[in-house]
């Protein structure tokens, strides 16, 4: 199993930038692709982006293409969102997850193991 804890959600405005960790703990992290979704609320929870084991191959939602980067260090257990550009629509809980195999894994399903989630606001 692996342990996973994001962090730096935060309250922001339109056009400001944040950046989001998820600390992995457990198995070895280098062997799973890794995901970031969002939930708002009274909504389902969607895809925001993923990247391959090796940090070689991304995918994102056409909602953040261009705006927001996902990166890993596996020395470090640690996958990263930047979020630039920020938008009102962004706001949402951010949900980071493993997967243990499989390419692009853009479905909630394919995803065995989550964290607990960080809130991040932006305001008008």
């Known amino acids: 199993q692996v342990q996973l804890v994001e962090s730096g959600g935060g309250l922001v405005q339109a056009g400001d930038s944040l950046r989001l960790s998820c600390a992995a703990s457990?198995?070895?992290?280098?062997?799973?692709?890794m995901a970031w979704f969002r939930q708002a609320p009274g909504k389902e929870r969607e895809f925001v982006a993923t990247?391959?084991?090796?940090?070689?191959?991304?995918l994102y939602a056409d909602s953040v293409k261009g705006r927001f980067t996902i990166s890993r260090d596996n020395a470090k257990g640690t996958v990263y969102l930047q979020m630039n550009s920020l938008k009102p629509e962004d706001t949402a809980v951010y949900y980071c997850?493993?997967?243990?195999?499989?390419?692009?894994?853009?479905?909630?399903?394919?995803?065995?193991?989550w964290g607990q989630g960080t809130q991040v606001t932006v305001s008008s």
């Open positions: 997850a493993a997967r243990d195999s499989g390419w692009p894994g853009l479905e909630v399903k394919r995803y065995a193991y």
């Open positions: 457990g198995r070895t992290f280098s062997r799973y692709g």
């Open positions: 990247i391959s084991t090796g940090g070689a191959s991304t």
